[in-house]
């Protein structure tokens, strides 16, 4: 597993009965987690809102103590510090994946590493990139320059304020709100090349004119179209995703055949995860597939 544990102002105190209790900075939250098929232990634990589901689908949060609507926590990525702004929604998240710092450092020393070999001009590309927490990382660890693409604009905007809080409004970030399909189809057009590729693919989705994403039947095409876009010489390739009907080699498996079979290199895949502090274990939290040249 790939377990995000260099965490200090995020938790995860307890999970269990499809449920988990975490601690975001100074702010105690308990939402669904269906991975957390086991027993809640016993605890005192009393959160500042829970999410409470509706019986007609989706839910709200129930605020059980004075708290503010959004606040701020702090990640260390290989001694460098990155901000992220976290806003509960009525889609029982929080603006950010936190799991994702495994992923954050992996190819954080991938970048830094070619730097100091005297990569000065990296070019990383992050496709469904949401708030943008790859993208602050890909920015912090030396890319010359990241280019974020999601369809929500949203998203986009709460991107844009996580580098500003992070201090890398210096740096060199495009932000594309557009289909990410449709996006990659323009770039290969235009001959663009990217030295990494993030992507974070949802399980199901339509495009801009009724195009269907099923990430089963829609992730080997797409992976092929997006090798296009890699450099002679790229430095990772990393797909995220928690579709739970997909196991982490499914993914690897990709990898390997498209971009493996293109550049050599290897593939690691294997669960995401993130330590239950006050349990002993961790708590699975979607997989990924990592390539890199060496």
Not at 26 to 33: E, G, N, S, T
Not at 179 to 189: G, L, N, P, T
Not at 210 to 226: H, N, T
Request: net charge negative.
């Amino acid at each position: 597993m790939f377990v995000a544990d260099k965490w200090k102002d995020l938790e995860v105190l307890y999970a269990g009965d499809a449920e988990k209790l975490e601690r975001w900075g100074d702010i105690y939250l308990r939402r669904p987690d269906p991975q957390a098929i086991w027993p809640m232990d016993p605890n005192e634990e009393r959160p500042h809102a829970v999410y409470q589901r509706s019986s007609t689908g989706g839910g709200s949060w129930e605020r059980r103590k004075p708290m503010p609507n959004s606040w701020k926590i702090s990640y260390d990525s290989l001694g460098k510090t990155l901000n992220f702004i976290i806003e509960p929604t009525s889609f029982k998240h929080t603006g950010l994946f936190p799991e994702q710092a495994a992923n954050w450092d992996w190819f954080g020393n991938i970048i830094e590493n070619a730097v100091k070999e005297g990569r000065d001009d990296i070019k990383i590309l992050n496709l469904f990139a949401y708030t943008g927490g790859a993208t602050c990382a890909a920015a912090c660890h030396g890319a010359a320059e990241t280019v974020h693409v999601d369809a929500s604009k949203g998203m986009i905007q709460r991107a844009k304020e996580n580098i500003e809080a992070s201090g890398l409004g210096d740096k060199y970030v495009r932000f594309i709100a557009e289909d990410c399909r449709r996006f990659v189809e323009r770039e290969i057009r235009r001959g663009r090349k990217y030295d990494g590729i993030i992507m974070d693919p949802p399980k199901y989705g339509r495009g801009p004119t009724g195009e269907l994403w099923e990430i089963d039947k829609s992730l080997y095409e797409f992976v092929d179209r997006c090798s296009l876009l890699l450099s002679d010489e790229p430095l990772f390739f990393l797909i995220s995703s928690y579709a739970t009907e997909l196991g982490p080699s499914c993914a690897g498996n990709v990898l390997k055949k498209v971009v493996g079979t293109k550049f050599g290199g290897k593939v690691d895949c294997d669960e995401l995860g993130l330590p239950i502090s006050k349990m002993g274990f961790d708590l699975p939290c979607g997989q990924s597939a990592r390539w890199s040249r060496t």
